[in-house]
């Protein structure tokens, strides 16, 4: 396996949550390379920190104790996959994004694991131009609604949601399914798992109609431009909905997704879905917050018969 890693300019995702005995070549290119495991000791001395702040007796030999029942935790791996040519670092990553998305998704469902990436190592032709770096936690210091992540309104929105969570099953469930959106790491999957949600949510309403108007009476949206956008020097006059359904029907169903069928007044949603996808995404993650607001106060469009065509 060293030789399979030296040869050639590689580029390695380093994930723990994720256990294998021995090395998998898949092919001459790619292959799972176990690594040593993480281990418990950082979690383990928070922890003790923590509970002597809080006044429990913590003595050095218990947490030493700790650490030793979690040496083998967070186990990790390697996602290798070699290149054929070299144009530095960050082409050498961006070449391969979505094959170890796909690699990381197929060690996840063999070993029934969450695979969770935290680096890379890129090596290239010569020693001097290898690098490392660590990815940063799948979150965003962000705020969202119009209000901070403190104070009396966030403590009422959150206890609203939770209250309608533990009311309405139906509820929790989207809200389990914004937590994997969140988390999904290929854009394309985010956007189809984002209209999902909204989808979900307009279940009572989508009698008798397709899921694209169902989505635009939940969201109070007539069909058509729904945003305008400027990116890259274009500006793009798009129909959010349309863009994620079709998306959506694609991915999940297999509907055929041929924009050069495109209408003319469609052509700019479909030319942002496939030059950057990331400003639909973030365009849906921020309808389905409003969204979820809402039905947590019982103003959502979707929540009574009464709006149902």
């Known amino acids: 396996m060293k030789d399979f890693i030296q040869k050639r300019p590689s580029v390695h995702l380093l994930c723990y949550g994720c256990y294998l005995q021995a090395p998998v070549k898949m092919s001459d290119s790619e292959a799972f390379v176990p690594l040593q495991p993480l281990g418990f000791e950082t979690p383990a001395k928070w922890l003790a920190m923590y509970a002597k702040e809080c006044g429990a007796g913590v003595d050095a030999a218990g947490v030493q104790q700790l650490i030793g029942q979690g040496k083998d935790a967070n186990p990790c791996i390697a996602i290798v996959i070699a290149l054929d040519e070299w144009k530095g670092p960050e082409a050498a990553e961006t070449s391969v994004q979505d094959r170890l998305e796909r690699l990381r998704a197929l060690v996840s469902w063999a070993t029934g694991n969450h695979v969770e990436p935290f680096g890379y190592v890129t090596l290239g032709p010569e020693k001097s131009e290898s690098y490392f770096r660590l990815l940063p936690p799948n979150n965003r210091k962000r705020t969202r609604l119009g209000f901070g992540n403190t104070g009396e309104d966030f403590l009422r929105s959150i206890t609203s949601i939770l209250k309608c969570a533990d009311c309405d099953e139906h509820f929790s469930f989207v809200l389990s399914m914004v937590h994997d959106a969140n988390h999904e790491k290929n854009v394309r999957f985010q956007i189809a798992r984002y209209f999902s949600c909204l989808e979900a949510l307009a279940y009572k309403i989508k009698k008798g109609q397709g899921a694209r108007d169902a989505v635009r009476q939940l969201l109070g949206l007539e069909k058509g431009r729904t945003g ?3 990116v890259g020097g274009r500006k793009y006059d798009y129909d959010v909905v349309l863009g994620a359904g079709i998306l959506r029907d694609f991915l999940f169903h297999g509907v055929p997704l041929d924009f050069s069928k495109a209408k003319p007044e469609e052509k700019d949603t479909f030319d942002l879905i496939s030059a950057h996808p990331e400003t639909v995404a973030s365009d849906l993650r ?15 469009n979707g929540q009574t018969e009464e709006n149902a065509s």
């Open 228 to 230: 305008q956008v400027s």
């Open 286 to 300: 921020s309808r389905v917050e409003i969204e979820i607001m809402r039905w947590s106060n019982g103003a959502s």
